[in-house]
């Protein structure tokens, strides 16, 4: 009779579980989190409520008025934004910051630090962005374009089929 050989399962050392080492940490000195903590998700701003911590926020974040700055945009996502020199500029409550224009996103900026992200309402006014939201979500215009594009590339697959 032939019989299949018996198979031993491979032996699997046992995994040692580090000593747990519970300490007391040096307070922070900073009230500034570090950088990356914004790397995952953009909680500055969402997670304030309307108190003194926003004002005191937009204050560390705020410039001197831009010379001249001219006219604000009228239309579309930038509308209340001001352009000077290759930046963009927004004036809320009565100050001014330099912002960012990223994709969708506009943050407030302040040379390597970067801030809240800002949304304008109905009347293109300007203020903190709370929404909670997950970090590179990518564009909604690169998106757009993407399903575009794989309609354009079905309709032409679908032609080739009904030529065949």
Not at 66 to 88: I, N, V
Not at 98 to 106: A, K, M, N, P, W
Request: proline share 9%; hydrophobic share 35%.
């Amino acid at each position: 009779p032939t019989e299949a050989p018996e198979i031993a399962p491979p032996q699997i050392p046992p995994v040692l579980k580090p000593k747990l080492i519970i300490g007391t940490l040096a307070p922070l000195t900073k009230t500034e989190l570090p950088q990356e903590h914004y790397e995952v998700v953009h909680t500055s701003g969402a997670l304030m409520g309307r108190s003194s911590k926003r004002a005191n926020l937009l204050d560390s974040f705020s410039i001197a008025a831009p010379d001249s700055p001219g006219q604000p945009r009228t239309e579309g996502a930038l509308r209340g934004l001001y352009a000077k020199g290759g930046k963009w500029y927004a004036k809320m409550s009565g100050k001014w910051f330099e912002v960012t224009v990223e994709g969708d996103q506009i943050c407030i900026i302040d040379g390597a630090r970067s801030g809240p992200p800002v949304i304008h309402d109905a009347r293109g006014q300007w203020q903190i962005d709370t929404r909670l939201r997950l970090r590179g979500g990518g564009s909604k215009g690169a998106r757009q374009r993407v399903v575009a594009e794989a309609r354009r590339r079905s309709v032409e697959l679908l032609a080739e089929l009904n030529q065949f």
